[in-house]
């Protein structure tokens, strides 16, 4: 563990006399071809257990990692980021051998809430508060049909409560927006999100959030590898990470999609073998890996209908035995398929939940309307986005 740290510690604070290059993932790049690229043994990859081996999957193109080389030009190390929360890590022992393992991004993580009078636009006035567009954008969707923005003018006041994560400085991931008020000639609209169900409801607990469409993609025998976002291994002494449930079934039982969509890509993907991933144009993608084959005529691009017909299950790629790997993405973020699929439709809280709901959402609204008030509000955090370069300077 030692020398775990100490290689992350070389890595960040040691770069004097090496080359630290931050540069995007390129398109098309696997990893297996990353490792040849770089000299390193394609066995590093093939001893891998499962879930590491799918992790090597989710990286993205364009995704930006840090490549660590010596004076020479050779390999030292790598952080690869596969999510918000996980990295795959790839260093260079002295005795020349190479070492793979998951490492937490250790993110600085802001609870903000903020007061903003309207003076131009809610995105303009949004924006140069908080340096973050996205919050505006997410917004505008929470009170889409029930509020005109356009008609919002100087006087009028919008308060948000939000999370955001930042990662040396800059932007890590999108904002996670809590709760929302918006201000109109006096009346009041709220939003606020209850951590039970993850959905918004107004500030006497009527819902608001559109039931989810998701269903289960397929008749499976069992769940045989649960959704898992960061843990640590107390045996193993490192971080495990699945991001996707694994239904197993029968090879060649067919799969169907999950919710309606467009094909957004239907190939081989690395570890994930044959590969379809459906962008339901709404926030939120679904992966259906390991597939034997596909639907016949299945285009990429083509629409399709929740339950519909894509493709059957198999064991391509790296896998132990036929099943399918299904993962659900919100906003680029990896999320617990079982939770989406899963969540209860309810247009109301009652009982014990809607008691304690209304009591958190009577501490938000008292907290927007002090901001509102007070003549020292609460100024955002910023984290503008920055023009990236190839290389960093050497510290």
């Avoid at 090496?18 to 043994?41: C, D, H, N, Q, R």
């Avoid at 949004?126 to 889409?144: C, H, N, P, R, W």
């Avoid at 608001?208 to 069992?222: D, G, Q, S, V």
Wanted: proline content about 4%; hydrophobic content about 35%; glycine content about 8%.
């Amino acid at each position: 563990m030692k020398k775990i740290i100490l290689s992350i510690i070389i890595f960040f604070n040691l770069l004097h006399s090496a080359e630290v290059k931050e540069i995007p993932w390129p398109s098309g790049e696997s990893f297996l071809t990353f490792l040849e690229k770089y000299a390193i043994p394609q066995k590093l990859y093939f001893d891998l257990e499962k879930e590491d081996k799918e992790l090597c999957s989710e990286i993205v193109a364009d995704k930006r990692f840090y490549l660590y080389l010596n004076d020479d030009e050779s390999f030292n190390q790598v952080l690869i980021p596969v999510s918000e929360d996980i990295q795959l890590h790839i260093y260079k022992e002295s005795d020349g051998t190479f070492k793979f393992q998951t490492l937490p991004i250790n993110y600085v993580e802001y609870n903000e809430t903020v007061a903003i009078p309207v003076t131009v636009s809610v995105s303009h006035d949004i924006q140069k508060a908080t340096g973050d567009v996205a919050l505006a954008l997410q917004l505008k969707s929470l009170f889409k049909g029930i509020v005109d923005f356009r008609k919002m003018q100087k006087g009028d006041f919008i308060a948000l409560k939000y999370t955001k994560k930042s990662l040396l400085g800059r932007p890590h991931g999108l904002p996670e927006l809590d709760a929302a008020m918006v201000e109109i000639r006096g009346k009041k609209y709220y939003r606020i999100k209850n951590n039970k169900d993850d959905k918004y409801y107004d500030e006497k607990g009527k819902g608001f959030t559109k039931t989810y469409f998701f269903k289960i993609p397929l008749t499976y025998k069992r769940i045989s590898s649960v959704f898992t976002k960061k843990r640590w291994h107390p045996v193993l002494k490192r971080y495990r990470a699945h991001l996707g449930t694994d239904f197993a079934a029968p090879r060649g039982r067919k799969i169907y999609a999950a919710g309606d969509g467009r094909i957004e890509f239907k190939g081989r993907r690395g570890g994930y073998g044959n590969t379809i991933i459906i962008n339901h144009r709404n926030g939120y993608k679904t992966l259906y890996a390991h597939q034997n084959g596909f639907r016949k005529g299945l285009k990429r691009g083509a629409n399709v209908k929740k339950g519909q017909h894509i493709g059957y299950v198999g064991s391509t790629g790296l896998s132990s035995g036929p099943h399918l790997h299904l993962g659900v993405y919100k906003n680029g973020k990896a999320v617990d398929p079982l939770k989406v699929i899963r969540r209860p439709k309810t247009n109301g809280l009652s009982g014990k939940h809607k008691a304690t709901f209304l009591a958190n959402s009577k501490k938000i609204t008292d907290k927007f309307k002090s901001e509102m008030q007070s003549e020292n509000r609460q100024k955002a955090t910023r984290l503008d986005r920055l023009t990236y370069k190839s290389d960093v300077k050497k510290i």
